[in-house]
Nanobody, 115 residues
């Protein structure tokens, strides 16, 4: 059974930082592409950052230079370091895994940034 479990969300003031984690099980984590998505109220889910199996990364323009995605294959864990948070970063953040057309989602963790 595949499980992606996000943690680390919460309430933070604008300008603050949070680190999200996603613990994966049931997949061969090291060979999966992984990503963080977010969905704000009334908006579509959007890609925040992605990381390939070989460590290449990509970011949404809105988070470049503020967020950093990383992975620890030994711990089967994906991370998202979020700095200089803004109110518009408020959303539910989801972990995603993808390989050969098969993807899985976590249930999400809520990040609320107060201005």
């Amino acid at each position: 059974q595949v499980r992606l479990v996000e943690s680390g969300g919460g309430l933070v003031q604008a300008g603050g930082s949070l680190r999200l984690s996603c613990a994966a099980s049931g997949i061969i984590f090291s060979i999966n592409e992984m990503g963080w998505y977010r969905q704000a109220p009334g908006k579509k889910r959007e890609l925040v950052a992605g990381i390939t199996s070989d460590g290449s990364t990509n970011y949404a323009d809105s988070v470049k230079a503020r967020f950093t995605i990383s992975r620890d294959n030994a711990k089967n864990t994906l991370y998202l370091q979020m700095n200089s948070l803004k109110s518009e970063d408020t959303a539910v953040y989801y972990c995603n895994s993808y390989r050969r057309g098969i993807e899985y989602w976590g249930k999400g963790t809520l990040v609320t940034v107060s201005s």
